[in-house]
Each structure stands twice: as C-alpha cells, then as structure tokens.
Nanobody
Framework: QVQLVESGGGLVQAGGSLRLSCAASGIIFSINAMGWYRQAPGKQRELVATITRGGSTNYADSVKGRFTISRDNAKNTVYLQMNSLKPEDTAVYYC?????????????WGQGTQVTVSS
C-alpha cells in the first residue's frame, strides 16, 4: 500500500503562484512514477504532470511552461510549482503514485486539494 498526503492548495488571483506537495509513505520502493491530476466541476479527471523514478517528466499542453513537477527522493515528496495561474486552472488537484509489483500496476490517489484561481 501507498499513502499520499497532499498540501498547498488555496485561493490565488490570476497570474499568481502556488506550490502543491505530496508526501508518500508505505511501499515507496515500488513506486514507478508519481504525478498530479486535476478535476474541474463537470469535467473528467485529467493529467497535469508526471515524473518517473528516473526523473523524466511529462506535462499536459495546457500547463507547459507554467507548471513544474519535481521530486525530493530523500523526503519521498513530489511537488508541483504552478506559476502564471489562470482561472481555468481551478480544480481539485490529486496526487497519484503508480506502482508495479509482480507485473501488476496499481494506482494510488491522494485525497485531493482545491486550487481556486480568481480572475
């Protein structure tokens, strides 16, 4: 099992910045990749950014150049630095950890943290 605890959401004006954190515990060694997803009201959950164990990153086109995902392996924590925020970034942001054990892939999710960007 992997437990994920998110923090850092809140209310910010357009153009502002926020940093989300996600601390992982449990079977850390089995985590292959971690990432952030978001879900706005009435919309499906969508990928924001991911980072692999080796440090490779992937971003949604809508956040490229504005958001940066990073990880601190010593703290088992993943961060999402969000700059130049737009009202359309408003959503609940979920941390994700993907493990691969015995050829089985499992996704774990945090409880979600609200990000609201006012215009």
């Amino acid at each position: 099992q992997v437990q994920l605890v998110e923090s850092g959401g809140g209310l910010v004006q357009a153009g502002g910045s926020l940093r989300l954190s996600c601390a992982a515990s449990g079977i850390i060694f089995s985590i292959n990749a971690m990432g952030w997803y978001r879900q706005a009201p009435g919309k499906q959950r969508e990928l924001v950014a991911t980072i692999t164990r080796g440090g490779s990153t992937n971003y949604a086109d809508s956040v490229k150049g504005r958001f940066t995902i990073s990880r601190d392996n010593a703290k088992n924590t993943v961060y999402l630095q969000m700059n130049s925020l737009k009202p359309e970034d408003t959503a609940v942001y979920y941390c994700n950890a993907r493990t691969i054990r015995f050829q089985t892939t499992t996704d774990y999710w945090g409880q979600g943290t609200q990000v609201t960007v006012s215009s």
